[in-house]
């Protein structure tokens, strides 16, 4: 009979790896930049053409190759990185020569030209995955491959390529990612004969953001910095009130790759739960490190995803990291739209044996490029957001941490019976007294839920209410949890509601009205009531709502300084229940630009 199974040909063995990893002129970028970012290359030059249907050239100034590696590299399942099976599991490179270059080679017209320092320079033609020749070329140190024609022997893939203008998208959106992962490497891209991305190498963050996007979107981004059980996140995210509802830039990386992970990106904006509107999506650049172990990189053939040990875990600190962001001063709306201070550390990857000595690793200066005792990777000085103990031990309040003095706490100024300023070491804050007094009653009586409930006050004179079906409907379903909010209300029939009790949140409080709205707004829905998560926080969000003082009330000296300290004494004190700002900043270096008194 004859043979049912046979080993293919390399050649067709190749074609079809190159399904799983060659998808798309961008995935051809993708791996040979990764190629020269292992390599320890410091600029990396990409030039298409036709969006890289017609020619893709990709050159460093890494490690190159003398002839036998440059052959080798050609080879299926050549690479230096991986020797034995735990190196699979702890590898930490994207790869080094040799793992994409047989795949791209086998759909394309392939040439690679490489030379090592003080060597000969070579030169391997492959066509089809045929190589066609070897040759000594001259050429500076690092390596350049050139991929024209790419599925000329695979027309079938060829027709399912998009429009030149797509295509230079996709790796437009391949480069910013990789440059967003390896800082100090520069990077260029040009698109028939037009520069589409000129980025200088960079030490910092906040500096490649705004290369790549601007001044104004980077600077409207604010640190994350948080540690816990060994997960470490690092990055910039959205200030909240920066967050728009329309396209937005997200970025994850992990061990120097970027991946995709939709459970994630959830998880962080959970984390912006009540200081966004319903439906703002905020910009994230989260860079991510967890223990060798605990994730696996090799799931997908292209590196875009991975799978977590524990993936509710890394859930929760993505969370926890963004809440803890959100409640520092940097959260708070400003007027200064410059891109924050260059001090953001950025998790990056283990550099690789390929590496020259003392060669760091891609994102940071060759001197950090070290893992501390205990094994977790050693990063950026960074700027936390967590409030750090004094030298004495206390830990400072959040008024401290915005910068107030102590002489000046008591230094409050009310502008048009609405607003509150204060002045602080750096500038000043405007206060909105309605934002600040909603988020402090949610805060409060979200607790009081945790506690059991809050006390009320007994009514001199009971209050009778007569609502619609759907309001009164509300108070039989929600009735003790009004109780517990303070209200004691009691359907009496006929769509009447006897209030016997009410809370006391401050003098100017007035209960029927406050809860004839609380009960309007949760039968009827709005964006508020649909942006919670329980009927706990429903309740709450309603509550302070309708509860807090005015825009237009004057407040004493006293009670000014006592919605200062309480506002401050809560967890997320820049950021109302709405998802609008409770504090403005005005830097005093943006008040002397504005007067004219430097730059």
């Not at 004094?390 to 607003?419: C, F, K, M």
């Not at 009081?448 to 006390?455: E, L, N, Q, V, Y």
């Not at 709005?526 to 429903?538: D, W």
Request: aromatic share 6%; proline share 6%; glycine share 8%.
């Amino acid at each position: 009979m004859p043979r049912r199974i046979q080993v293919l040909p390399d050649t067709l063995a190749n074609q079809i790896a190159a399904g799983e990893v060659v998808e798309r002129p961008a995935s051809v970028v993708k791996e040979l930049v990764e190629n020269a970012l292992d390599a320890a290359a410091t600029r990396v030059e990409v030039v298409i053409r036709n969006g890289g249907k017609t020619e893709i050239r990709v050159s460093d100034d890494g490690y190159g190759m003398g002839r036998e590696d440059a052959l080798l590299a050609l080879d299926r399942h050549a690479t230096s990185k991986i020797s034995s099976e735990d190196d699979l599991r702890a590898v930490r490179t994207f790869g080094f020569r040799g793992e994409a270059l047989p795949s791209i080679g086998s759909v394309s017209r392939l040439t690679l030209e490489t030379a090592e320092s003080g060597g000969v320079g070579n030169r391997v033609r492959v066509s089809g995955g045929r190589i066609m020749g070897a040759e000594d070329c001259a050429r500076q140190p690092g390596t350049t491959v050139l991929v024209r024609s790419l599925f000329f022997n695979v027309p079938a893939r060829a027709k399912f390529l998009k429009s030149a203008a797509v295509e230079t998208r996709a790796i437009a959106d391949v480069m910013t990612s990789l440059a967003l992962a390896n800082l100090s490497a520069a990077f260029r891209l040009e698109s028939n004969g037009r520069t589409l991305m000129e980025l200088p190498a960079t030490r910092d963050l906040p500096s490649r953001a705004a290369d790549l996007w601007g001044d104004e979107f980077a600077g409207a981004l604010i640190p994350v910095d948080h540690r816990v059980d060994g997960i470490e996140i690092a990055g910039l995210v959205d200030r909240p009130d920066a967050a728009v509802s329309g396209p937005r830039r997200v970025h994850l990386f992990i061990a120097g790759r970027p991946f995709r992970d939709r459970s994630l990106v959830a998880a962080a904006e959970r984390g912006y739960r009540t200081t966004v509107p319903r439906g703002a999506k905020p910009s994230l650049l989260l860079y991510l490190d967890v223990p060798d172990g605990r994730v696996d990189v090799n799931v997908h053939p292209a590196k875009a995803e991975v799978r977590f040990g524990d993936p509710a875990g890394v859930e929760a600190a993505i969370e926890a990291a963004i809440h803890s962001a959100l409640s520092g001063v940097d959260s708070a709306a400003t007027l200064d739209r410059r891109p924050p201070p260059p001090q953001i550390r950025t998790p990056a990857r283990e550099s690789g044996s390929d590496r020259g000595p003392g060669t760091g690793r891609p994102g940071r200066p060759a001197a950090e490029a070290r893992r501390t005792p205990e094994g977790q990777l050693a990063f950026f000085v960074a700027a936390a957001p967590d409030r750090e103990p004094a030298e004495d031990g206390t830990v400072p309040d959040a008024a401290e941490q915005a910068g107030i003095e102590a002489d000046n706490r008591y230094s409050l100024w009310q502008v048009h019976d609405s607003y509150i300023i204060a002045e602080t070491r750096s500038g000043m804050l405007i206060i909105d007294q309605h934002s600040a007094h909603e988020r402090i009653l949610f805060e409060a009586l979200m607790r009081d839920f945790d506690a059991g409930g809050r006390p009320s006050q007994r009514l001199l004179f009971p209050v009778t209410l007569r609502l619609s079906p759907g309001e009164y409907a509300v108070v039989e379903q929600t009735q003790s949890l009004l109780a517990m909010a303070g209200f004691e209300a009691e359907p009496f029939g006929g769509r009447t509601v006897i209030i016997h009790a009410a809370p006391n949140p401050h003098p100017w409080f007035d209960a029927e009205r406050c809860l004839r709205e609380m009960v309007a707004e949760l039968a009827e829905g709005s964006e508020l009531t649909r942006a919670a998560r329980t009927q706990y926080e429903r309740l709450a969000m309603t509550f302070a709502c309708k509860a807090a003082i005015k825009a237009g009330q004057r407040l004493s000296v006293e009670e000014r300084q006592r919605l200062f300290d309480e506002l401050f004494a809560t967890e997320l004190p820049y950021h109302d229940v709405h998802g609008r700002p409770t504090i403005v900043r005005l830097s005093l270096d943006e008040l002397e630009r504005r007067f004219g008194r430097h730059g």
